[in-house]
Every structure is written in structure tokens, then in C-alpha cells.
């Protein structure tokens, strides 16, 4: 679908919710251009900068990275974007990341995934990841075919540190702290849309329909 003019959304969803594979067929069907904040601090984490340390220490530790810091990483990769139709995936997580990107962007709507916490929880501690490659499987739907090992190495697998039951607890605690405002900050100025469900596929169709709507 060719859009007849600029659209700006937010997708939004608790750690876990399916918010990457959403945002890949919104993208592919929309031609909205992704913006995740989860790759942008995995590249920094990477490349161990100065603020990749810093919020390797937060993620870590179950937090959540400070606002000034997030909000500054996400507007200035945005500026490269002017006058494009996107899609952000992971940001704003605080009212003070919304208002900061209300200060610069007019956002068109606001996609929130609301899966409940018992499934999420279910869905991270069976994620098992092969580090070197990035290769993820999942014991209950897309398991190695020899257990504990990388299907393509025969490398071991290992549960990432935020995938441990005890952080995926603290990730959704912070998550639901943080951001329910940001819900209501939206709900407020009525572009909030909820999109509610256990199964990622389930989901898409609604939001496919809407976003057919809105962007025509």
C-alpha cells in the first residue's frame, strides 16, 4: 500500500508482547520506515560506547534507561527521517519520552498490544538464544532439534540475562510502572488504540484493518 501522505505511529507493549513482529508487517505492508529502541541500544551496547555501558548497566539490572538519555538517542536518529512516514517501536516508554517527542513530532496514532503478563512471561523464559549469531528458538513453538544446541553451530544455547524468570519479573513490573501513564497521556489526546490478545497472529488482522483506514 502507497501512502497518500506522511504517517507517524508508535507501537506499544510490554517486553515480550510481539512488538518487533507487528512492527515488521506494519513496515512491510505500509511501507513505514521501523524505528526500534531496542536495536539502537543493542548497537550501542555493541560497540560498548560510553552509553552502551551505561544502559547494559540498566538493562541488566531489570531497569529501564533514563529518560534524557533514551530521548536524545531516539530525536536525533529521527532527524534523519524528515518528511518520511515511520513507525517506533520501543520509545516513548515515560510521559517525559511522549512530551519530549510531541515537542518535535505530531504522532498520528498509538497501537498499544495488550497481552496479559502470564503469557508474556511464558513466552521470554522459554526463549533460548544462540549468543554468537543471534539465532533464537523457543521450547514450546520453535525448538533446536537437539536439545540445548544451536541448529546450524551445534554450539550450546544460552537464556539470555533478561530472559531469566526473576528479570523478565522485573522488566514487566518497570514496564507497567512507567508506562500505564503514558497510556493515559495518549488515551488523553485520543489516538491511543487498543489491540488486545494472547497470539500474535490473532492481533495482526485488527491492526491491519485500522491502519487501512487511517492511512487512506
Not at 21 to 44: C, P
Not at 119 to 124: A, D, F, N, V
Not at 181 to 210: A, C, D, M, Q
Amino acid at each position: 500500500m502507497v501512502l497518500q501522505r506522511v504517517f507517524r505511529a508508535v507501537v506499544m507493549g510490554p517486553p515480550g508482547s510481539g512488538k518487533g513482529t507487528i512492527s515488521s508487517r506494519i513496515t512491510k505492508s505500509f511501507g513505514l520506515t521501523h524505528l526500534s529502541s531496542g536495536d539502537l541500544l543493542r548497537g550501542n551496547i555493541k560497540a560498548k560506547t560510553d552509553l552502551g555501558l551505561l544502559m547494559k548497566s540498566c538493562i541488566d539490572n531489570g531497569q529501564l534507561v533514563p529518560d534524557d538519555v533514551i530521548s536524545r538517542l531516539i530525536l536525533s536518529d529521527l532527524r534523519r527521517l524528515e518528511n518520511k512516514s515511520w513507525l517506533l517501536d520501543g520509545f516513548p516508554r515515560t510521559v517525559s519520552q511522549a512530551e519530549a517527542l510531541d515537542g518535535v513530532y505530531n504522532v498520528d496514532t498509538v497501537l498499544n498490544l495488550d497481552v496479559p503478563f502470564q503469557t508474556i512471561k511464558e513466552r521470554l523464559t522459554s526463549r533460548w538464544t544462540h549468543l554468537p549469531s543471534g539465532r533464537v528458538y523457543n521450547i514450546d513453538f520453535n525448538p533446536p532439534k537437539v536439545a540445548g544446541m544451536d541448529d546450524v553451530t551445534g554450539e550450546p544455547l544460552a537464556q539470555r540475562d533478561d530472559d531469566t524468570p526473576e528479570t523478565v519479573t522485573r522488566r514487566l513490573k518497570a514496564y507497567q510502572t512507567q508506562t500505564e501513564p503514558v497510556l493515559e497521556y495518549y488515551r488523553s489526546k485520543g489516538i491511543l488504540e487498543v489491540f488486545s490478545g494472547t497470539e500474535t497472529n490473532k492481533i495482526w488482522p485488527h491492526i491491519h484493518v485500522f491502519l487501512s483506514k487511517k492511512t487512506t
